[in-house]
């Protein structure tokens, strides 16, 4: 079956389309969902044991406070308050951590760790997948049960100081609310501010039962600066002075009504309050300060509570990882020595606080309860909690794990009810021995054990993958990718046809074995799985079909290769020739060994270093047939014909065009550039290199970036990036026209203009450092140009389409894709932070010179040209800063010429600007191979060395 290439390319990418789809559908687990997700009014809490059936057995845990305020800090890291920059910049934090008055925790964040996904797994205990990475974008109201619907249904009053992500998921569920766009990254100091504003006022009211107040501040500065920014020092100590005032505020609630309490009564004694909620406290009253530091951007996140308990009074504070109590002359016991922070699960916040304000916990909730928060209650009321939360997991359980039956969570969390209940039993009789406690003290280890267990084993079945979707996948996409591989050469040939052998495959022998192979493969993996697969719910027609064209198309690359093999011991006819160089046996066993890398994830969180070495190796080879090209061939073969094409073109001669011709140099300095061009593209390399530390391991070590965006060196950065800008404008400015060569030149003045008033860089006589604006009129300035330059790209393309004279043609059509390329790297220049303007002009200056002196010199084919393309381009990815990590992503340059969050235009930049790297190299690949393809090289002589 011959197709033309086009058509082959066509279905190739179709099919690869499909199979990368059902890749990602066995890649992302299916969500733990409980078949009474929805906010639903079912019988909440279990009956207790040995109580009866009646209405008190299923009635409500007395709350253990009655206020709540959570203050979440985004992006607040461990080492930001644990480390010695706690100490500095944190010292009231610090000091109530280290005088032993508190209990810390660091909570584990699961990916995603982003805004809305985070929020989600705070208020349903549940963990979001990748998927709400997307929805964060555009939040929408959440439907599945959560905190703060269970709060609002049971009459409590909620107020909202923040991001309005908060707002937008949980629309009418705040009394009172105040958000603020989380998008627009380049503000750190307004953003908080509008929290802060209603922090006093707030604080003396009496009219709400729980205060949330997200800060983004510190988040946007780890945006725009990194963690290792001079503004993250101030903004911590403006947490820690929030942080003290609400604790203060809190201290003199408690003195106030103490005191009241004294006016009230004649010295009665602080023993007469309610027996449920302080049973086993200090006479005096009790503050408890955890901190919900929520790692929003990290990995690691830390969850504040803060809770006092007097006189039926109740309050509690989380803001990041401790528990704060009050000094001897409130109230509490302090211990002595700082402990060790304890690690937790964030979702064990949800259960924790649902069942600390008497709410029923979220049914999708994976978390337990926290120990620390009722070890202070009766030995009863901590067992009542801990069956409630056993219960909930349980029914999670059993809804998502058809063999539920067989988790030893589950198994322990049976007999901890039946011991419970033999404890109960005891309890009501009123048996008040040793034997009692001693039982209850074993009850209540087997239900922290149980609950500890059933929340791991729902953990893991979010990580539990549909293995044969996966595989399935995989084996389409490769089949795909040998088959461009077997056909490039016929693609690529003058008929640009396509031979597949694939009617010749369906009457062979094999193709009924597969046929075979797949349909009782299928059945087994079918029969036999114990989890959710995708392919197995699909009919059995769709099935059965898929596995036919599986078969069919292994069949046809066995007979393409075997073909492929034949031909290549006869002498092949021209256009068609495809022999197995040096060159082509290293690019293919990279591509190749890169996709079988990423079965590791290690080699996935540091894929960064497998392209630098690709492209160390890339540059070695190219240097070896520079060598060969100029010290081993002989110079004057006039019997062989240069041809000069990457790909095959009319028979129309234009005029000769070379680099020796274009740059005015003799056939010497054209050999030692030549020689010259892998060494300084590795120079290029090793440089960009320590710009930007990428991936995980090193991630967080100083590199030049840091230095050049220190206050102290910006005069350098701002020489750096005027030279950069420079040097853009003059090796892009070669191909385009007058118009665009000017347009060029003013929209890089803006992009510099844009840096300074932003306060990146300084101009020469700027003797502040001191921003003069936002930035947003310059932005838009340069907009203008690149709107302009892209508009007479696309005028010569549509120009080339209508004119008469092929030459012509082809000329006009070469040159606007030149300026549509030169508009694409002016905008690329605006979004690039300053101290990555260096990057963009290396990449110029090796596109220049490798497409000068190496592709068309050395005559390499379109293909390898492709192959080295990519490779550059992925390597450029990561010399951006970036990585596979989803924290990398640069979201403030959403916002470049813009004053307010718009969905579209911030989605766009930010994506433009994350895949610049491969995007500039497949755009220069488009604009180099069209111009080869329309321009013919021809030798005056045989003593030219033209190429």
């Given at each position: ?368 309860l926290i120990p620390a928060v009722v070890e202070e209650l009766s030995l009863r009321e901590q067992l009542r909690l801990l069956q409630i939360n056993g219960h909930q997991l349980s029914r999670l359980l059993q809804d998502s794990n058809p063999t539920f ?106 193709f009924y074995l597969l046929c075979l192979f797949g349909s009782a493969l299928h059945v087994l993996v079918c029969t036999s799985s114990g989890g959710p697969c995708y392919l197995c719910s699909l009919p059995w027609v769709l099935v059965f079909t898929v ?282 220049a605006l979004l690039f932070r300053a101290h990555n303007l260096p990057t963009l002009a290396c990449c110029l200056v090796i596109q220049t010179i490798m497409a000068q002196f190496i592709w068309k010199k050395l005559h390499y084919d379109a293909a390898q ?83």
């Amino acid at each position: 079956m011959k197709l033309s290439s086009s058509l082959f390319a066509l279905l190739c990418l179709i099919c690869e389309i499909v199979s990368i789809a059902l890749f990602l559908r066995g890649f992302f687990p299916v969500p733990v969902k409980s078949s009474f997700s929805a906010k639903s009014k079912v019988p909440h809490f279990p009956a207790e044991p040995q109580t009866g059936s009646g209405p008190n057995s299923r009635k409500a845990p007395e709350p253990l406070f009655k206020r709540v305020v959570i203050v979440l800090i985004d992006a607040l890291r461990e080492d930001f308050v644990f480390g010695s920059d706690g100490r500095r910049f944190m010292p009231y934090t610090s000091h109530v951590v280290e005088r032993g008055s508190s209990h810390s925790f660091i909570a584990k964040a699961r990916p995603p760790t982003v805004t809305m996904p985070r929020i989600k797994a705070l208020t349903t205990g549940s963990i979001p997948g990748f998927i709400d990475v997307v929805m964060n974008l555009n939040s929408p109201a959440l439907l599945e049960d959560n905190l703060i619907w269970q709060a609002k249904s049971a009459g409590k009053r909620i107020i909202f100081y923040g991001d309005d992500t908060w707002v937008r998921l949980f629309p009418k569920h705040f009394m009172e609310h105040d958000g603020t766009t989380s998008f627009f990254v380049s503000d750190y100091t307004e953003v908080d501010n509008n929290v802060t504003r209603h922090l006093d006022d707030t604080l003396k009211r009496d009219d709400w039962d729980i205060l949330i107040l997200h800060y983004l501040g510190l988040d946007h500065i780890g945006h725009i600066s990194g963690p290792h920014s001079s503004l993250i020092g101030p903004k911590l100590m403006e947490m820690d002075d929030i942080i003290k005032k609400i604790h203060a505020s809190l201290i003199s609630k408690v003195r106030e009504f103490n005191s009241l309490q004294d006016q009230r009564s004649t010295g009665a004694p602080c023993s007469m309050t309610h027996p449920t909620l302080i049973n086993h406290h200090s006479p005096l009253s009790e503050i408890l300060l955890r901190m919900i530091k929520s790692l929003l951007s990290w990995f690691r996140t830390a969850l504040p509570i803060c809770r006092h308990t007097n006189n039926g009074q109740n309050w509690v504070f989380w803001a990041g990882m401790y528990i704060f109590k009050v000094p001897p002359q409130v109230g509490g016991t302090i211990r002595v020595g700082f402990e060790k922070p304890g690690v937790l699960e964030q979702v064990d916040l949800t259960p924790t606080l649902a069942l600390g304000l008497g709410l029923p916990i979220s049914k999708n909730s994976v978390g337990h309860l926290i120990p620390a928060v009722v070890e202070e209650l009766s030995l009863r009321e901590q067992l009542r909690l801990l069956q409630i939360n056993g219960h909930q997991l349980s029914r999670l359980l059993q809804d998502s794990n058809p063999t539920f039956h067989k988790e030893d969570g589950y198994e322990q969390f049976r007999v901890a009810e039946k011991s419970h209940g033999s404890w109960m039993k005891l309890y009501l009789d009123g048996n008040t021995s040793e034997v009692l406690s001693n039982m209850g003290k074993k009850v209540l280890k087997q239900y922290l054990e149980a609950l500890k267990a059933m929340s791991s084993a729902l953990s893991k079945q979010l990580g539990k993958y549909d293995l044969y979707s996966m595989i399935m996948g995989t084996i389409f996409i490769l089949q795909v990718l040998f088959f461009l591989m077997l056909a490039m050469p016929e693609a690529l040939s003058r008929e640009a046809v396509v031979d597949v052998p694939l009617a010749s495959s369906l009457l062979s022998l094999p193709f009924y074995l597969l046929c075979l192979f797949g349909s009782a493969l299928h059945v087994l993996v079918c029969t036999s799985s114990g989890g959710p697969c995708y392919l197995c719910s699909l009919p059995w027609v769709l099935v059965f079909t898929v596995i036919l064209l599986s078969s069919a198309f292994t069949c046809a690359l066995v007979s393409m290769a075997a073909r492929r093999m034949s031909a290549s011991n006869k002498t092949p006819a021209k256009g068609s020739d495809w022999t197995l160089s040096e060159l082509d046996a290293l690019l293919l066993i990279g591509t190749v060994g890169h996709t079988l890398s990423l079965g590791s994830s290690s080699f996935i969180e540091e894929e960064h270093q497998t392209w630098y070495f690709l492209l160390n190796t890339l540059c070695l080879a190219i240097f070896q047939d520079v060598c060969r090209k100029y010290f081993r061939e002989q110079r004057h073969r006039c019997e062989e014909e240069d041809e000069g094409l990457l790909l095959p073109s009319s028979t129309e001669e234009g005029p000769s065009f070379s680099p020796v011709v274009e740059l005015g140099m003799s056939w010497g300095s054209e050999k030692w550039l030549a020689l010259a061009t892998p060494l300084l593209t590795l120079t290029c390399c090793r440089l960009l290199r320590s710009l930007n530390q990428t991936g995980v391991q090193w991630a967080h070590l100083p590199d030049f970036g840091h230095w050049l965006n220190s206050g102290d060196h910006k005069a350098f950065l701002s020489v750096l990036a005027a030279v950069s800008l420079v040097l853009i404008f003059l090796l892009v400015q070669r191909h385009c026209s007058l118009v665009s060569k000017i347009a060029l030149a003013l929209g890089l003045l803006g992009v510099y203009s844009y840096r300074a008033a932003v306060g990146n860089v300084l101009f020469p006589w700027q003797h502040s450092s001191r921003a003069v604006s936002k930035g947003t009129v310059e932005a838009r300035f340069v907009y203008v140009f690149v709107l302009g330059i892209l508009f007479i790209g696309v005028k010569d393309l549509l120009r080339s389409q209508m004119m008469s004279s092929a030459v012509d043609s082809r000329r006009l059509k070469s040159r606007g894709l030149w300026e549509v390329y030169s508009g694409v790297v002016l905008l690329v220049a605006l979004l690039f932070r300053a101290h990555n303007l260096p990057t963009l002009a290396c990449c110029l200056v090796i596109q220049t010179i490798m497409a000068q002196f190496i592709w068309k010199k050395l005559h390499y084919d379109a293909a390898q040209t492709t192959i080295m393309h990519c490779w550059f381009g992925q390597a450029f990815f990561y010399f951006q800063g970036n990585s596979n990590n989803i924290g990398t992503v640069d979201i403030s340059v959403g916002f470049v010429g813009l004053e307010s969050y718009v969905e579209a235009p911030a989605i766009f930049l930010t994506a433009l600007s994350t895949y610049a790297g491969p995007l500039l190299w497949a755009c220069h690949l488009l604009c180099f191979l069209s111009s080869q393809r329309d321009r013919v090289f021809y030798r005056p002589d045989c003593s030219s060395p033209f190429g």
